[in-house]
């Protein structure tokens, strides 16, 4: 990758921020309002890759209605979020990432020169695009997602990127593609990010490893989490070398459940997840939670919580 292409990019970039659409909008919440930015590009683009330059300086605090992924370049800053009184240092080489709708203030240090690579996603291009490949994870599934269920949480993701991996790499790629635009430039960067959210994910998955202690049946239903579309009790058998009826037996001694109500159960609550915060169709929605049909998925659903998906929706509205 050309040094001089990549600074003429990022230059290229930088000015061109200052065009994008930063205007706070009102949007109302019971009686009073928050501040959101709506998304700053052109509509018809899905992904935007923007560079932002700062000496010094405090936002307002604000929510999205977009996912954005923000790895500090150079220099640091804070983020602040209103909610919990949290004030957090992102440091260079380090990712800072939020859903639609969770709030922040970004307050970058007076004495510091800082550059931030941002990776700014349409909400339903990264629901259809993106999050099939993305939902094994609970924790990660649960983070990108639970604030569109929950609107004004404020959650967010911030960890360390670690050398040995491609995303700094990935954002570069990006950042030339979007400087230096051609017809087929959004698909291109469909692919980049996507490799870029596999490898987020990853470090991610490090970042929270969890407990070594955890019982065997904590380890089987973190597997079943992870595999929840296609996940048998055989596969679970043979990934941890034992008889199926054994692992049988141990979930429904130590868990009160069989394996098919456990597997229902972490289907049905990402089912939730999905009806209240996408506006994917119930056949995409079955597709994503492993159903050969969406017949199938209307039929375990009426059956768990006695409405149909549209009945529920309506229900908890």
């Not at 800082?114 to 099939?132: A, N, S, Y």
């Not at 597709?287 to 049909?293: I, R």
């Amino acid at each position: 990758m050309g040094k001089e292409l990549l600074c003429a990019s990022i230059d290229r970039l930088r000015e061109q921020f200052l065009t994008l659409d930063w205007t706070y909008h009102d949007y109302p919440v019971g009686s009073q309002s928050e501040k959101m930015f709506c998304w700053p590009g052109p509509p018809e683009e899905e992904i935007l890759i923007c560079v932002h330059q700062s000496g010094g300086r405090q936002e307002l605090f604000h929510r999205h209605d977009f996912f954005y992924f923000n790895f500090t370049y150079e220099g640091e800053y804070d983020s602040i979020s209103f909610k919990y009184d949290n004030r957090i240092t992102i440091r260079e080489g380090e990712l800072y990432a939020g859903q639609p709708f969770a709030g922040h203030a970004l307050c970058v240090h007076d004495d510091k020169e800082t550059t931030i690579i941002g990776v700014l996603i349409q909400r339903e291009t990264f629901f259809r695009t993106f999050l099939p490949m993305l939902s094994s994870n609970n924790r990660l599934f649960h983070f990108l997602l639970d604030p569109s269920t929950n609107e004004f949480s404020d959650e967010f993701m911030h960890f360390k990127i670690e050398h040995d991996c491609n995303i700094r790499t990935l954002l570069e790629m990006m950042v030339i593609e979007y400087a230096n635009k051609q017809e087929d430039t959004q698909p291109v960067l469909k692919s980049l990010t996507l490799s870029f959210l596999l490898q987020i994910a990853r470090q991610f998955t490090q970042a929270n490893q969890t407990s070594p202690s955890e019982s065997l049946s904590e380890k089987i239903v973190q597997y079943m989490s992870e595999h929840f579309d296609s996940v048998t009790l055989k596969d679970i058998a043979k990934h941890f070398s034992y008889h199926p009826n054994y692992v049988s037996t141990l979930l429904h001694r130590e868990l009160g459940k069989s394996f098919s109500e456990i597997l229902l159960e972490q289907r049905m609550e990402r089912a939730v997840i999905l009806l209240k915060g996408t506006n994917l169709p119930i056949e995409e929605i079955s597709v994503l939670l492993g159903y050969s049909n969406s017949s199938n998925f209307y039929k375990a659903f009426r059956e768990y919580f006695k409405y149909s998906p549209r009945e529920y929706i309506a229900s908890q509205k």
